[in-house]
Nanobody
Framework: VQLQASGGGLVQAGGSLMLSCAAS????????MGWFRQAPGKEREFVAA????????YYADSVKGRFTISRDNAYNMVYLRMSSLRPEDTADYYC?????????????????WGQGTLVTVSS
């Protein structure tokens, strides 16, 4: 399994970005997907997760109402739409896959990880 995250960049506070995660080597239809982020000097933290059929979705409190996770199983893609970005959203963002059908929020439940894509929000 390979996960390729993209879409990071530099954006001003209040702006928007769309992150994409392309999966290969495994169909997304029966797995859950998540986004995590890691700021310099901090632990990697949960951002959002979506279940295998898109029925269960979870968000960290810090991004609820601003970020939206979605998936396109036909194209093996997962997205994270980020709006109303804040400087504290600055981090490397990682997509991950869990061999469970239901969305999970715990980092240890994820089996595969992509490389990070850097999001920098300027004030």
């Amino acid at each position: 399994v390979q996960l390729q995250a993209s879409g990071g960049g530099l954006v001003q506070a209040g702006g928007s970005l769309m992150l994409s995660c392309a999966a290969s080597g495994r169909s997304l239809r029966s797995v859950s997907m998540g986004w995590f982020r890691q700021a310099p000097g901090k632990e990697r933290e949960f951002v959002a997760a979506i279940g295998g059929r898109g029925g269960s979705v979870y968000y960290a409190d810090s991004v609820k109402g601003r970020f939206t996770i979605s998936r396109d199983n036909a194209y093996n893609m997962v997205y994270l739409r980020m709006s109303s970005l804040r400087p504290e959203d600055t981090a490397d963002y990682y997509c991950a896959m869990s061999d469970t059908a239901v969305a999970v929020t715990t980092r240890s439940r994820y089996d595969y990880w992509g490389q990070g894509t850097l999001v920098t929000v300027s004030s």
